[in-house]
């Protein structure tokens, strides 16, 4: 990976895996309410989305965003549904999805993945950055291997862990009744996503990953990403296409014997530059895509980043 590359990841990694930022102004963040289906919300601020299940039973949530916005995550949530909150579901360790874990703790178990549970509570490292351990109160509680069902305001909600994607942790969400599936950070709508090849993360593995939630999304199911507006399979479409078709071109590169500075340079074609616009830019994700590759060579039967 080359020197910018990695020098792009490290300005970046504030927003998405390190749960402390004090360097970061969260005051003007203002915490907007998504109506997605029936009784079920998608809450936007910063960093990763939350879901909300908001009924009779009162107030389960998937991921609770960064530390400094408990406190508007709590308000938003009064305003859709008085009711206490009950549940808290990680999709994955990253700060920006869990960082409100030590203030939600204490008043509702937390449930993961165990993977998540272990890299919360040992601390890890993401590209030479070192992600804090998670305090006692913020760490899940409840964990499972394959997956849980919570029953909860009339429907069941299934988390199922799909292993080596953009973590070794990731939880994928399905409201059954409401049709409703909350990718975490499997999915970022119109743009490359962060792959964390440190923290078991594949990108082999999350486009499989995706693949099969794909074949199981019910019709006019709503789809609440990690990054981006509610979405539909269309889109999800989309982008499993990306990932396959940016895969595929950096594979043929490489088998023609092309380094990473040769692909960067040539870059990808125009139906993927606008995908750059993100977090990850095209110079680094075609870096990733290489580094997987070379993982998966390495070592064919699973990811090598353990």
């Known amino acids: 990976m080359t020197k910018a590359t990695c020098?792009?990841?490290?300005?970046?990694?504030a927003l998405m895996a390190v749960p402390a930022l004090a360097?970061?102004?969260?005051?003007k963040v203002e915490m907007k309410v998504v109506p997605v289906s029936g009784n079920i919300y998608m809450l936007e601020g910063a960093g990763g989305n939350i879901g909300v299940s908001a009924g009779p039973d009162g107030i389960l949530i998937v991921d609770d965003q960064y530390a400094p916005l408990a406190e508007k995550i709590k308000t938003a949530l009064k305003g859709i549904n008085p009711g206490q909150l009950k549940f808290v579901l990680n999709t994955h360790y990253h700060g920006d999805?869990?960082?409100?874990?030590?203030?939600?703790?204490?008043?509702?178990?937390?449930?993961a993945q165990e993977?998540?549970?272990k890299r919360l509570e040992s601390g890890t490292m993401v590209r030479g950055e070192k992600v804090e351990a998670m305090t006692a109160a913020g760490l899940p509680v409840i964990t499972f291997e394959e997956a849980v069902s919570v029953h909860f305001n009339g429907e069941e909600i299934k988390a199922i862990h799909y292993p080596h994607g953009h973590t070794d942790g990731d939880s994928i969400i399905f409201f059954t009744k409401s049709n409703v599936i909350?990718?975490?950070?499997?999915?970022?709508?119109?743009?490359f996503p962060f792959v964390?090849?440190?923290?078991?993360?594949?990108?082999?593995?999350?486009?499989?990953?995706?693949?099969?939630?794909?074949?199981k999304v019910p019709a006019g199911a709503k789809i609440i990403p990690g990054h981006g507006k509610v979405s539909t399979l269309d889109d999800l479409k989309k982008y499993h296409s990306m990932l396959v078709e940016t895969t595929g071109i950096v594979q043929?590169?490489?088998?023609?014997?092309?380094?990473?500075?040769?692909?960067?340079?040539?870059?990808?074609p125009e139906a993927w530059k606008e995908w750059g616009g993100g977090f990850i830019k095209t110079d680094f994700w075609l870096?990733?895509?290489?580094?997987?590759?070379?993982?998966?060579k390495k070592n064919p039967a699973g990811s090598t980043h353990h």
């Open 23 to 27: 360097q970061q102004d969260f005051s």
């Open 182 to 191: 909350h990718m975490g950070d499997d999915f970022f709508v119109g743009r």
């Open 252 to 268: 043929k590169q490489m088998d023609a014997g092309k380094t990473l500075e040769q692909i960067q340079a040539q870059g990808l």
């Open 196 to 215: 964390d090849l440190d923290n078991g993360g594949s990108v082999q593995g999350l486009t499989d990953n995706v693949a099969k939630v794909i074949a």
């Open 97 to 111: 999805h869990t960082g409100g874990n030590p203030t939600f703790g204490p008043e509702a178990p937390i449930i």
């Open 7 to 13: 020098i792009q990841l490290a300005a970046g990694l």
């Open 115 to 117: 993977n998540v549970r």
């Open 287 to 296: 870096a990733t895509l290489h580094e997987s590759l070379q993982a998966g």
